[in-house]
């Protein structure tokens, strides 16, 4: 066997490349998933300034009470939260801001059409770091009804208490 075919450690800087591009997520909105019905999920970039993606690489911002416009050819992601950067001086960043999303024009005029659809909304699912590059994960989504949230609750439940009674069965003793 030739010895550039075999697998050889990774180097140091190839370990190091390998952790920034690893997906590091920073923020989740698991609200949205209990309260809609997923339907199409997009990954935007967003447009930050520097103390953003400061506070956002600290691991701080919040997706809750958070949605997205797509109007005239551009999204916008409101309400999401990215605090303060603490060594943020006067160029400090307003933490509510609406922030742009970049996106092919083709998706956000997918996202056009399917909005003036009644009762269908678009929500940011997760915010992350991908490559070194900030990222948010937004999704088409229909709102649930109170029974439609129960049910999907009830189910949830079920296959836990499956789960744990498989798992005492398994590990029982056997005879």
Known sequence: MPKEWKKSKPTEGERRKAESDAKKTIARNK????D???EDIWEAGLVLT????KALRMGRASLIDSWVEAKNGEAWLYGANIPMYAQGSWTNHVPTRKRKLLLHRAEILKIEQKVQAK???VVPL???FIGGRAKVEIALAKGKQE???RHALREKQDK???ERAMSRYLKRPQR
């Open 160 to 162: 836990r208490e499956a």
């Open 147 to 149: 029974f439609d949230k």
């Open 119 to 121: 009762g269908y909304t």
């Open 50 to 53: 520097g103390t953003e993606v």
């Open 31 to 34: 609200k949205a998933r209990h």
């Open 36 to 38: 809609y019905l997923i």
């Open 126 to 128: 997760e915010l992350y």
